[in-house]
């Protein structure tokens, strides 16, 4: 009986153990910013040596082509560029982007960039995905923050709709 008993706790701590770790180590990464290609999407050097294009989660930020495009780039990169991020986040876009909250220390650099106005709260079907990057957005607007200082600044997903052929 005994003998039954440590097993099953062995097999038990083992199944609990590969559960945590598989949790863990999902999409969460940290590395060094070796790139940032506009003010929502880095390219990420791990300790490994692998790179990982993030999209930051829950904002969106003006195409490089759209007025205030080079400002939010800009911006993002005074923030995390060649610096030592964490990423959180699992899951991936079309592009095979992670979609992750960066942070430096204990700060949310997807936040940040919303505060300093260089950002919308992204929005699905017309609602915001993250209510509080929704206050912090209607926080910068009130402001005037950044690209709210004019209003008449069109919102990313209106642009690309627009540009579209362009690009064709």
Not at 19 to 36: E, K, N, Y
Not at 44 to 53: A, N, P, W
Not at 66 to 86: A, D, M, T, W
Request: proline share 2%; with cysteine; hydrophobic share 35%.
């Amino acid at each position: 009986m005994n003998c039954l008993c440590s097993a099953r706790n062995t097999r038990f701590r083992t199944f609990i153990i590969l559960i945590l770790v598989t949790f863990c180590s999902q999409a969460d990464i940290a590395g060094r910013v070796v790139r940032v290609l506009d003010g929502d999407t880095i390219e990420v050097l791990h300790d490994s040596g692998t790179r990982s294009r993030v999209r930051l989660a829950g904002i969106d930020a003006p195409e490089k082509k759209q007025p205030f495009g080079q400002r939010s780039r800009q911006s993002l990169s005074e923030l995390v560029s060649q610096k030592h991020v964490s990423i959180t986040g699992e899951e991936y876009d079309r592009y095979g982007r992670l979609l992750g909250t960066v942070w430096s220390g204990q700060t949310d650099i997807n936040a940040v960039q919303l505060q300093k106005g260089m950002a919308w709260a992204y929005r699905f079907k017309g609602q915001v995905s993250n209510s509080e990057y929704g206050k912090i957005e209607n926080e910068a607007k009130k402001s005037r923050a950044g690209l709210w200082f004019s209003p008449s600044q069109t919102e990313p997903w209106l642009w690309r709709r627009d540009h579209q052929k362009d690009d064709k």
